[in-house]
T-cell receptor
Framework: AQRVTQPEKLLSVFKGAPVELKCNYS??????LFWYVQYSRQRLQLLLR??SRESIKGFTADLNKGETSFHLKKPFAQEEDSAMYYC?????????????FGQGTILTVHP | GAVVSQHPSRVICKSGTSVKIECRSL??????MFWYRQFPKQSLMLMAT?????????EQGVEKDKFLINHASLTLSTLTVTSAHPEDSSFYIC??????????FGPGTRLLVL
């Protein structure tokens, strides 16, 4: 069965420090992974997807199939990055809404 | 950008009553919508996939007779919690498939069953 694990419920860093939010997955098929973010009082929104190999708001994430990981990184955290971050695995093939979510990590960036 | 709305944003009902939650894609059409449930301080759990014009596909362990889903048009999916009980109290979130590997989430509906 598929599973997404985010080992850290809470993560605190100071502004300007590097940040890494960990995500590991378990899936027998070819994984398609995403990071979603939820800012305070806002809805869940897509941050980035591994297929696009993009950098959004300074965040990057590399899929490591050997370690079954998809960690989210940013070299210099900003206060506005404080939010809940979810790692998600697509298990629906071409239907990209069939997602399995991790438990989420609350990132707090202190001034 | 694409917007998905949910109505109501919160609802309180008595045990035994039924509650309907609407999910609308406001500026795009969605043949597929999804319903998630989120317990306090827990992750989102996919309940079912709603397909326009056909029956919904439920995830294992989700009672289809309890959570009725109707996707009558390309912009509207409804979730009806039938004979609600306190254990059904939760945060229900829908999302709509916007194509191109993108889905858009609604703001969620807080259900409290007394």
């Amino acid at each position: 069965a598929q599973r997404v694990t985010q080992p850290e419920k809470l993560l605190s860093v100071f502004k300007g420090a590097p940040v890494e939010l960990k995500c590991n997955y378990s899936y027998s098929g070819s994984p398609e992974l995403f990071w979603y973010v939820q800012y305070s009082r806002q809805r869940l929104q897509l941050l980035l997807r591994h297929i696009s190999r993009e950098s959004i708001k300074g965040f990057t994430a590399d899929l490591n199939k050997g370690e079954t990981s998809f960690h989210l990184k940013k070299p210099f955290a900003q206060e506005e990055d404080s939010a809940m971050y979810y790692c998600a695995l697509n298990t629906g093939g071409t239907s990209y809404g069939k997602l399995t979510f991790g438990q989420g990590t609350i990132l707090t960036v202190h001034p | 950008g694409a917007v998905v709305s949910q109505h109501p944003s919160r609802v309180i009902c008595k045990s035994g009553t039924s509650v309907k939650i609407e999910c609308r894609s406001l500026d795009f059409q969605a043949t597929t919508m999804f319903w998630y449930r989120q317990f306090p301080k827990q992750s989102l759990m996919l309940m079912a996939t709603s397909n326009e014009g056909s029956k919904a596909t439920y995830e294992q362990g989700v009672e289809k007779d309890k959570f009725l889903i109707n996707h009558a048009s390309l912009t509207l999916s409804t979730l009806t919690v039938t004979s609600a009980h306190p254990e059904d109290s939760s945060f229900y979130i829908c999302s709509a498939d916007g194509g191109l590997e993108t889905q858009y989430f609604g703001p969620g509906t807080r259900l409290l069953v007394l």
